[in-house]
């Protein structure tokens, strides 16, 4: 079963390794061309509950071994009959990260291991917060009232250089689009090699669409059976038999129209996963033909959704800020969120922005007078 | 399927078009740069929760409309002085 498809980007080049294929790996060589970018999506085409794991990237003579896991739990039993239709609401997302180091004389004994608690998850970063040589854990789960499925993270891991490996360890319960956006930073060290394996673990609580199909057909001829049986039951008058000889028919075009309606929207409206695909790889056109030109224009546009959105929350996100230390050691604060407006009092947000949007008024209509009046006397 | 399909002969046709490559940001200026950014979207963000930007960026818009609007008439008005025909002084 096709479960989704993988691409790696180095810099200008795409570097390509397929599709990967359930329970299957894949090897992609990067010797020979130098500190690599490396980003990619791994996306899934069918409603399935499995597990996902990206496992290993080697690099020079070090390794750093990071097991880094999240896990989604949802309810699905709202999703659409569509083929392809992925509108899932997740309500719930626990992250859970272990650092693993191990010393580069191949001694694979750890030299200390640490779980790390992701205190600052949201969607587009994830942020972590350890310090060197010391053994710590730290677990938790953090929740959210929704998430789609575009969910995505990346961490800014700092190697350290008493490390030699890293595992990337990625679990969901959902056909979830995630980034690997951590290996780029890892592999700009110099990367050699990296595999990317996606393993399943199918659990029977979600069916695939034909399943769904098939129960639904079901449940439609058994409606049917039950009317018909009923129209046999004595105890109901005449009227409320006809009532129920109409009623079933009238549900006969209507269950046959919704099938045909499915059909005719899959001619017309593009598959959301194609959607997600036509305009990654617009971007990634883009990126490729304007260069610094697009990604100025894209750092700029994103931020200023950003920028939008805590206007809306009321929640900015303080940035990552990493203390270099003695002894390769790296200190970092872990970046959190800042709600800007206490709860009761958006009111005060509101008043400002009304009080400054009428002054900008004033100044905008007195500015453009002063414009018109210039522009007058020139023409004297 | 109909749609998809144009959309994908659209990518097609904007790939062969448009054979261009401009230099991209090095990995590490990017990186600084999008790390930048976040300190601006955290300093914007305060700012942002007490003043209407989509409104004031809507001003900025109109403002940036009229001026080159006016550069506009200047230059080609610039012109036509030059053209003794129309006789504009």
């Not at chain 1, 980003?39 to 080697?58: A, H, I, Q």
């Not at chain 1, 970063?125 to 789609?148: K, Q, V």
């Not at chain 1, 439609?220 to 008058?237: E, G, H």
């Not at chain 2, 399909?5 to 046709?13: E, G, P």
Request: proline share 4%.
């Amino acid at each position: 079963m096709l479960l989704g498809c993988f691409s790696l980007t180095a810099n200008a080049e795409t570097i390509g390794i397929g599709e990967i294929r359930l329970n299957s790996e894949a090897w992609i060589d990067l010797r020979g061309v130098g500190k690599q970018t490396v980003s990619g999506t791994c996306y899934t085409g069918e409603t399935k509950n499995f597990n996902k794991e990206l496992d290993v990237s080697r690099f020079g003579e070090r390794f750093l071994t990071v097991h880094w896991s999240y896990t989604f739990s949802y309810n699905d039993t709202s999703a659409p009959l569509f083929l392809g239709a992925k509108t899932y609401t997740f309500n719930a997302l626990g992250l859970h990260g272990t650092w693993v180091a191990i010393p580069s004389d191949g001694d694979e004994t750890p030299l200390y291991e640490r779980s790390v608690y992701f205190s600052s998850v949201e969607l587009g970063r994830c942020f972590m917060t350890f310090t060197d040589g010391t053994t710590e854990t730290i677990t938790g789960h953090i929740n959210y009232d929704t998430l789609t499925k575009t969910a995505s993270f990346r961490a800014y891991p700092t190697p350290s250089k008493n490390v030699r490996s890293i595992t990337f360890e990625v679990y969901t319960k959902n056909p979830v689009g995630f980034e690997i956006a951590p290996l780029a930073s890892i592999l700009e060290v110099g990367a050699e090699n990296l595999r990317v394996e996606i393993t399943s673990e199918e659990t029977d609580d979600t069916d695939g669409f034909l399943d769904r199909l098939i129960t639904k057909l079901q449940a439609f001829r058994q409606n049917v059976v039950d009317s018909f049986n009923a129209l046999n039951n004595n105890d109901l008058s005449i009227f409320e038999k006809v009532s129920l000889i109409f009623d079933t028919l009238t549900n006969i075009p209507r269950t046959m129209w919704s099938y045909f309606k499915i059909g005719l929207q899959g001619l017309f409206i593009p598959d959301e996963a194609f959607m997600q695909e036509w305009v990654e790889n617009n971007r990634q056109w883009c990126t490729e033909t304007f260069g610094a030109l697009f990604q100025s224009f894209e750092l700029i546009v994103n931020a200023y959704r950003d920028i939008d959105a805590s206007a809306e929350t009321h929640v900015i996100d303080m940035p990552l800020v990493t203390i270099p230390l003695p002894d390769n050691k790296d200190f970092t604060f872990g970046g959190y969120e800042v709600k800007i407006v206490p709860d009761g009092f958006e009111f005060l947000s509101v008043m400002c922005k009304s009080v400054v949007g009428i002054v900008c008024s004033f100044a905008f209509i007195n500015g453009l007078r002063r414009r018109y009046d210039d522009i007058m006397e020139e023409t004297k | 399927m109909i749609i998809e399909a144009l959309m994908s002969i659209m990518f097609t046709l904007q790939d062969f078009l448009v054979p261009i490559a401009l230099p991209q940001f090095p990995s590490s200026v990017l990186t600084t740069l999008q790390l930048g950014m976040e300190y601006v979207e955290a300093g914007a963000g305060i700012v942002a929760n007490y003043v209407p930007l989509p409104y004031l960026l809507t001003l900025f818009g109109i403002i940036a409309t009229v001026e080159v609007a006016i550069a506009t008439y200047n230059i080609v008005m610039w012109v036509l002085k030059k053209i003794p025909t129309f006789g504009i002084s």
